[in-house]
């Protein structure tokens, strides 16, 4: 069984994060991940602070195994939701959308792991110098808020800068693709989309449906000249958003008036004009299944494929 020095720093049973996608990642689906052996996370933006301390009490009562929790730091209340999980004993953090440093000592104090998500080698230094115990290598592929780099180029240039674990995320979905993870050097990975038709994941049944039907070509990227670029299904929205964005008549605040509550739209209402963000991966998830069906895949793919890649490769030649 793939075991990397994640697992023992986490004490979790295999290198598999879910990923802590917003308005997604509550406890059903990060207590059933955690459940499975992975490491499972709950989002921070979740209609609040108080919401988000019920999202960990009520995980905790459905799992005894270790469980994250998802900080986005640009978030207005991140400054209350960085003290809520010190005092509601969480013990694992990742951290997206700014810097941790403000609040590095009091979490390190709590005994708190911190595993920032990274889009670039430089940040990734910077977290290993505020003392992350990992980082999250997130490459361009990825659903949601996007970096430039992708994930086959980006992971083994972080691997090498690095002495702690780095976990690979960005288009990964089965276990050929945890595998070449592995080959570029990460001791994990982080997966979102496939967790998104998981049967304990709770968005709307039009989100699921929407990610089975997805081909390769089915997701694009808006929000580049506003600074945000975000990866998505094409949708009515997605579709109406890049063309006021490509019309210099429409002023940036239209624009993101329009955006405004569109992820909630699609997680909570299946809605036509939210936000149905997901990775280039959507076209390879093809059925809902348990999220420990989907954590066995991952692995269980990845060992197979790494123990018969030397003979094919011997045969080839």
């Known amino acids: 069984m793939i075991k990397s020095r994640i697992c023992d720093l986490l004490a979790i049973e295999y290198p598999v994060f879910q990923g802590g996608m917003a308005w997604v990642a509550d406890a059903s689906l990060a207590s059933a991940v955690s459940n499975a052996g992975g490491l499972g996370l709950i989002s921070s933006v979740n209609a609040g602070t108080e919401a988000v301390r019920e ?23 991140a400054p209350e939701i960085a003290q809520m999980v010190i005092d509601e004993g969480v013990k694992i953090l990742t951290t997206g959308a700014g810097s941790p440093a403000p609040y590095m000592e009091a979490w390190n104090a709590a005994g708190i792991k911190v ?11 910077k977290m290993q110098a505020l003392g992350a115990a ?14 430039e780099t992708h994930t086959m180029a ?6 090498d800068a690095l002495d702690i674990p780095v976990i690979a995320a960005g288009g990964i979905a089965d276990g050929r693709g945890a595998a070449a993870a ?24 039009n989100y699921k449906d929407k990610v089975l039907k997805a081909t390769d070509i089915s997701t694009t990227v ?10 998505s299904l094409k949708t009515p929205f997605s579709k109406t958003f890049a063309r006021m964005e490509a019309d210099p008549n429409v002023k940036p605040e239209e624009i993101l008036s329009f955006g405004g509550g569109s992820l909630r739209k699609a997680v909570k209402e299946g809605d036509s004009l939210g936000s149905y963000m997901a990775g280039e991966c959507a076209g390879l ?18 060992e197979s494929i790494l123990s018969r890649a030397a003979s094919r490769l011997t045969q080839a030649l």
């Not at 990992?134 to 970096?147: K, L």
């Not at 808006?222 to 990866?231: A, Q, S």
């Open 55 to 77: 999202e960990i009490r009520k995980c905790k009562a459905l799992t005894d195994k270790p469980f994250g929790v998802n900080i986005m730091l640009q978030a207005p209340n």
């Open 115 to 125: 595993i920032p998500v990274i889009a670039s080698v430089a940040l990734a230094l």
């Open 134 to 147: 990992a980082v999250v290598a997130e490459g361009a592929e990825s659903g949601g808020h996007v970096g």
């Open 154 to 159: 980006l992971i083994p240039q972080v691997v």
């Open 182 to 205: 592995f080959i570029l050097g990460a001791e994990g990975i982080q997966v979102g989309t496939r967790f998104l038709v998981a049967t304990e994941c709770t968005v709307h049944q």
């Open 222 to 231: 808006t929000g580049k000249t506003l600074g945000h670029p975000v990866r």
């Open 285 to 302: 998830v093809k059925k809902e299944e348990s999220a420990k069906s989907i954590v066995e895949d991952l692995i269980l793919g990845a």
